[in-house]
């Protein structure tokens, strides 16, 4: 039998293996590509979609034509800097506080304060949405405001607190998943650098600074660029259920998604969902690609690709 099929039946088991993976990628992630041809057609369902006229660019001078074009871009790409650049700050600091914490606690007591953000993350999102901001029973209007003698404020209406609700939430929804990753990178680092440091003199803040932080990079720049990748992309929960839909909100609250979602539910235009998603798909891969390029070119080792 020749060497290299004896090779390749040595391997057929390992293809196997492999095959229920790749069957499931196909079908999740590449088959749905397809949908794109629906950005460039008007869907008429009696002709189906290949049957469709197709509308060109269309779709897409539709989604920028509009007056609400450079709202939506400018909240969803200056909420996500802030989302990234406020979480990546606050997790790092909390996950460094917690090893600290932990390092002198029992396993079951760490255990306890890894899920406590997690707990904590959900908690607020529900609280501050069904108790916090209801005009009549909300705990900010009825207790605090109330307390202090200052009149009520009907948050749904009153759009120049929303930017800073919005973040809170935000930073309160994803710390817990972010810190536990930056988290484990931290309890990765070997004891010996710090018992070294200590050594030298160099005391808490001096091996943060030297040690723990230069050795999170590979994680930061990971998850940087996978952020930059979704830079495009709004959650969805956040700006409309949260702000409840509220159209006195707009100019601080409507993000492409949730303009896409208003106008299909408004107008049933399929086609404009589907531009505005092949719109930020390949804003995202843009974005990524120019992110990675860039840290590259200033740290190979630290690029993702």
């Known amino acids: 039998m020749p060497a290299g099929r004896k090779k390749w039946k040595r391997a057929l088991p390992i293809y196997a293996m492999i095959l229920p993976g790749v069957i499931y990628l196909f079908i999740n992630n590449y088959l749905p590509m397809f949908g794109l041809v629906i950005a460039f057609k008007k869907i008429d369902w009696n002709k189906g979609i290949l049957g469709s006229d197709w509308a060109g660019f269309d779709n897409f001078r539709y989604l920028f034509a509009s007056k609400e074009a450079l709202v939506m871009t400018r909240n969803t790409i200056l909420y996500n800097v802030a989302f990234i650049i406020l979480g990546t700050v606050a997790a790092i600091a909390v996950a460094i506080l917690l090893n600290e914490i932990t390092s002198k606690v029992s396993s079951r007591i760490y255990q306890t304060l890894i899920l406590l953000p997690f707990l904590i993350s959900w908690v607020i999102v529900g609280y501050l949405t069904y108790a916090l901001l209801n005009t009549e029973t909300g705990f900010i209007d009825q207790v605090i405001l109330k307390s202090l003698g200052q009149e009520a404020v009907v948050w749904y209406q009153e759009k120049k607190y929303w930017p800073y609700i919005l973040v809170i939430v935000n930073l309160w929804k994803s710390l817990g998943f972010s810190m536990v990753i930056y988290l484990s990178s931290i309890v990765g680092i070997s004891k010996e650098y710090y018992e ?20 999170l990079r590979p994680t930061i720049i990971t998850l940087f660029i996978m952020n930059i990748g979704r830079m495009f992309y709004s959650d969805f929960g956040l700006f409309y259920q949260i702000p409840r839909n509220s159209g006195a909100l707009f100019d601080v609250t409507q993000t492409i998604d949730t303009y896409v979602y208003n106008a299909l539910m408004q107008q049933g235009n399929i086609s ?34």
């Open 196 to 215: 070294a440091a200590k050594i030298d003199g160099a005391g808490k803040w001096k091996q943060i600074k030297s040690i723990t932080i230069p050795l």
């Open 272 to 305: 404009l969902s589907s531009a505005a998603g092949f719109y930020q798909s390949i804003v995202g891969f843009m974005l990524v690609m120019t992110a990675n390029t860039i840290v590259r070119k200033l740290s190979e080792e630290s690029a993702l690709f």
